[in-house]
């Protein structure tokens, strides 16, 4: 039980002068650029209806897509205690798949 209140004390205290020296080390000394409110590159003061380019759309639509990759294949390891040889074929269909996606982008330009 002592233990447990002996770490608890070490964990406020070290918690306290964490939060104590970043409220007092920076340096806050704003300016025009950041004060100014940041719309992804785009002039806050322009037009809200600029063109928008679909490359935008499709890089986002692959970080997705190779962001599921590591969902999907995350359980791997676990799941080949179970039935190793059927797991590893899945997992090298979901990799042969989304390496031809890859490939298919990337001879189709979408990478540039």
Request: hydrophobic share 55%.
């Amino acid at each position: 039980m002592n233990l447990i209140l002996l770490m608890l004390m070490i964990t406020i205290m070290l918690s306290t002068l964490l939060v104590t020296i970043g409220f007092w080390l920076p340096i806050n000394t704003p300016d025009q650029e950041k004060t100014s409110p940041y719309e992804c590159g785009f002039d806050p003061l322009g037009s809200a209806r600029l063109p928008f380019s679909v490359r935008f759309f499709l890089v986002a639509i692959l970080f997705l897509l190779f962001d599921l990759e590591i969902a999907l294949l995350l359980p791997t390891p676990w799941a080949t205690q179970e039935n190793p040889t059927g797991m590893i074929i899945w997992s090298f269909t979901i990799l042969l798949l989304l390496t031809a996606g890859l490939m298919y982008e990337w001879a189709q330009g979408g990478l540039e």
